[in-house]
């Protein structure tokens, strides 16, 4: 069964940080890239960090680049996004998706991330 199952979100103040964490089918997807998105109210979903297979590349988008930390630890079919420096305009829903790198066809049900100013 396909499945990606994020956790971890919350609410925080500005300048604060929070860990995503997205478990995954290890079957499935420990030999794909593994991304990011987000989707905040009235705006379209968009690219916010991804890794690949064996966690040796890494890629970011350049709004959150510095801030947040794209790792991923396969003995334990897990994901992470850690969060430093929030922003308000962080708050989004945020997904885990797998698949290719910017180009995943499998996605999470997403986790509240909500960052108070």
């Known amino acids: 069964q396909v499945q990606l199952v994020e956790s971890g979100g919350g609410l925080v103040q500005a300048g604060g940080s929070l860990r995503l964490s997205c478990t995954y089918s290890q079957r499935t997807f420990s030999m794909s890239a593994m991304n990011w998105f987000r989707q905040a109210p009235g705006k379209e979903r968009e690219f916010v960090a991804a890794?690949?297979?064996?966690?040796?590349?890494?890629s970011y988008a350049d709004s959150v680049k510095e801030r947040f930390t794209i790792s991923r630890e396969n003995a334990a079919n897990t994901v992470y996004l850690q969060m430093n420096s929030l922003k308000p305009e962080d708050t989004a829903v945020y997904y885990c998706a797998a698949g290719r790198i910017r180009l995943p066809n499998y996605w999470g049900q997403g986790t509240q991330v909500t960052v108070s100013s």
């Open positions: 890794i690949n297979w064996n966690g040796d590349s890494t």
